[in-house]
């Protein structure tokens, strides 16, 4: 079995032994954006405690682990948008409506809920933004280094000079929605509905936490998986070019 240090940061204990992925899950502990966080940390900002999640990932470590991300950068961006993007545009439709509707309605008993109904705006509004970068701008150039990388070709040269600028980009949009999902976070404590809430309120805190869950994931495989390869393939593409002069 595994023995795993407490001061290991989340990302890596995730990274080096992906079948822990439930357990971090299951105890909200957040492995993109505040994957720099010790384990020992991230289990004091949710109230868990170090030793019991230590153990329960100690035996998830020596599980088999799941079937492995796709190697092939083309496929990693395919199944992010499929998924992942397809996920946040299904929420985009649904989730700041029903968070205004609900702050309208119920701001008088709860008054926080229109600080949450802005803030939901606010992440979906910075989220629809980034899924057009992504998918207008560096997606589509990454694809086309991969595709000259296989043809044979040299590398195309795009506006923004290297990819290593919207990655930039797009690594501090994640750090901004993971700084507006914390704030969800404590706002609805923890995803609690309270008592007597009505069906909607419900549907709102489940939505939440839900895409909230699937936005760990996307936002973990874009900032340790794909732009990682991505930049690697631009770089490994320059360097055959300088061989080539």
Known sequence: MAVLDPETPVREVLLTYPSTLAVLE????DYCCGGARSVRVACERVGADPR??????????????????DDDVVSLMDHVVATHHRVTSEALQTLPALARKVA???QSEAPYLRKLSE?????????????????????????ELAEAASDGRPAPRPTFQTAARPIHVMRSDHESAGALV????????????????CTSWRALYQGLEAHTKDLMRHVWIENEVLFPKALALESSMRTRADNAA
């Open 52 to 69: 019991t999640v230590l153990a329960e990932l100690e035996r998830a470590a020596a599980a088999p682990p799941p079937a492995p991300i």
């Open 104 to 106: 309208t309605v119920h």
């Open 119 to 143: 803030v939901v705006l606010e992440l979906f509004a910075e989220l629809e933004a980034h899924l057009q970068r992504e998918e207008r701008v560096l997606f589509p150039y990454v694809r």
């Open 26 to 29: 299951r105890h909200r502990l």
């Open 182 to 197: 914390e704030e969800i976070r404590q706002l609805t404590h923890g995803y609690t509905v309270p008592e007597g809430a």
